[in-house]
């Protein structure tokens, strides 16, 4: 089931993006030859004559030639292999007669309709972000970089000054407009053991700023989240050598309360770790395995590796309004796209290798364990999580087409630009030289990718 519905919401996304060409082709009268869903042999074959809409089932090629009645029409198609799709364009890779072929359109109206591809899909990745944001709210932290916890006796506490619903508006000197530019910041400039400057506004008062170095706070290593029958909070990972595991405490254990302090969820296991951060000390954990309350643990935290900022932001889902629904949904795809860029950029500069990409074969693995997380949790959660997948495979789809690489609507664009520049086209023979050797290096390029692909999936 997972892999039918990777596979579908795969596909979609293609789809959408081939349906903004083959819009904007019919818009501007070039002759689309076929519209396909799908790849390989065809199944069913559509079309619209003078008769009304015809059908025929596994047509080949030669077959379609012979139709006089179908001659100069679109083929809409549904082929064997439910992948992907796409839309063939009369001239668009080769010389073809008459006006209605892709090269004979003037150079702005070549640039919408393949523009139109990568454009539809930032627009579908929007409309499934108002739909999500609609249905399960919006963290509003993220739309501003609102302060939710200023965690006690950490750097920025004891300064005084930062406060909940505080909003940070410069990190650095970098401005901040939102929590999604906030976390983006941290991606990119992790915190080290220098002083660190925010600029943060409360209302009704003017910008305040405030410099401090970050600590290093101490861990136990683990992940937890609320018993869904009865109380308490369950343990769901264990850092590797990490204090709780080195202490015995195993996955699945549930922490009945640390130091005395009784847990009954994970708001008041959050709450604790607030009003008594973690030192060198050890603390008492009691907890049951199986149903069986087990002896008590004294587990002895260690110093972290990375260093923290001693405040959260909002975490807070929220209902809201028409017009907040729109902003934080084009927040969301913004978000979406600049962190698609952003890795890029680390590819580029060596921060990131080949083998840390994702190809076909690893997105529909990712939608797969998306879908295995939520399906015991009802078809609420499934959708949401679903689509938030569709919003960012439609997002990323969009900014990787427009990469300006032979093969790819942004290699397309960079001929038709410079047409419009030098008011004289390319010969098509050579830009489809230079498309073919591009089309055989992403081949290339995706067969390594999807080489660790696969080798994720046996890891």
């Known amino acids: 089931?997972?892999?039918?519905?990777?596979?579908?919401?795969?596909?979609?996304?293609?789809?959408?993006?081939?349906?903004?060409?083959?819009?904007?082709?019919?818009?501007?009268?070039?002759?689309?030859?076929?519209?396909?869903?799908?790849?390989?042999?065809?199944?069913?074959?559509?079309?619209?004559?003078?008769?009304?809409?015809?059908?025929?089932?596994?047509?080949?090629?030669?077959?379609?030639?012979?139709?006089?009645?179908?001659?100069?029409?679109?083929?809409?198609?549904?082929?064997?292999?439910?992948?992907?799709?796409?839309?063939?364009?009369?001239?668009?890779?080769?010389?073809?007669?008459?006006?209605?072929?892709?090269?004979?359109?003037?150079?702005?109206?070549?640039?919408?309709?393949?523009?139109?591809?990568?454009?539809?899909?930032?627009?579908?990745?929007?409309?499934?972000?108002?739909?999500?944001?609609?249905?399960?709210?919006?963290?509003?932290?993220?739309?501003?970089?609102?302060?939710?916890?200023?965690?006690?006796?950490?750097?920025?506490?004891?300064?005084?000054?930062?406060r909940a619903d505080d909003i940070i508006t410069n990190i650095n000197g970098t401005k901040i407009h939102s929590g999604y530019e906030f976390q983006n910041y941290f991606y990119k400039n992790p915190l080290r053991d220098q002083n660190i400057t925010l600029t943060y506004v409360r209302k009704g008062d003017k910008p305040k700023t405030i410099s401090y170095k970050p600590e290093k706070p101490y861990i136990l290593g683990f992940r937890y989240d609320t018993v869904k029958d009865g109380y308490g909070v369950v343990i769901d990972a264990l850092g590797k050598g990490m204090p709780m595991q080195n202490a015995g405490i195993k996955v699945g254990d549930i922490i009945l309360s640390m130091n005395g302090h009784k847990i009954t969820n994970d708001s008041e296991m959050r709450a604790y770790f607030n009003e008594y951060p973690l030192t060198n000390h050890d603390v008492v954990v009691l907890f049951k395995r199986n149903g069986k309350i087990m002896p008590p643990l004294y587990v002895k935290p260690i110093l972290s590796n990375s260093y923290e900022l001693g405040f959260f932001i909002h975490k807070d889902i929220q209902k809201v309004n028409t017009v907040d629904l729109i902003k934080c949904s084009i927040i969301q795809v913004k978000y979406m796209i600049s962190s698609t860029i952003r890795a890029l950029g680390q590819l580029l500069y060596g921060q990131l290798e080949l083998k840390?990409?994702?190809?076909?074969?690893?997105?529909?693995?990712?939608?797969?364990?998306?879908?295995?997380?939520?399906?015991?949790?009802?078809?609420?959660?499934?959708?949401?999580?679903?689509?938030?997948?569709?919003?960012?495979?439609?997002?990323?789809?969009?900014?990787?087409?427009?990469?300006?690489?032979?093969a790819l609507d942004g290699g397309r664009l960079v001929f038709l630009f410079l047409e419009a520049i030098r008011k004289k086209s390319i010969s098509p023979e050579k830009e489809g030289v230079v498309h073919s050797i591009g089309l055989i290096l992403l081949m290339f390029l995706m067969f390594i990718v999807a080489i660790h692909d696969i080798g994720r999936l046996f890891t």
């Open 1 to 162: 089931m997972n892999f039918i519905i990777a596979i579908s919401i795969f596909s979609l996304i293609i789809v959408i993006h081939e349906l903004g060409h083959f819009l904007l082709a019919k818009k501007n009268g070039i002759m689309v030859t076929e519209f396909a869903i799908g790849m390989g042999p065809k199944v069913i074959t559509m079309v619209k004559t003078n008769k009304g809409y015809q059908f025929k089932f596994f047509l080949k090629s030669k077959e379609a030639e012979n139709l006089i009645e179908w001659r100069d029409k679109t083929l809409y198609t549904i082929k064997l292999v439910p992948i992907g799709g796409a839309c063939i364009m009369l001239g668009e890779d080769d010389v073809a007669e008459g006006d209605n072929a892709f090269y004979k359109k003037g150079v702005w109206d070549r640039i919408a309709v393949i523009f139109a591809g990568p454009f539809f899909n930032f627009v579908f990745a929007l409309l499934m972000a108002i739909i999500v944001i609609a249905i399960n709210g919006f963290d509003m932290g993220y739309s501003k970089a609102t302060v939710k916890i200023v965690v006690n006796h950490s750097t920025v506490k004891e300064l005084g000054g930062l």
């Open 356 to 406: 840390d990409l994702t190809g076909p074969v690893g997105v529909v693995s990712m939608i797969g364990d998306v879908y295995n997380a939520n399906k015991n949790d009802g078809m609420h959660y499934i959708f949401v999580s679903m689509a938030n997948m569709m919003v960012l495979l439609s997002a990323n789809l969009g900014v990787m087409n427009l990469l300006p690489f032979p």
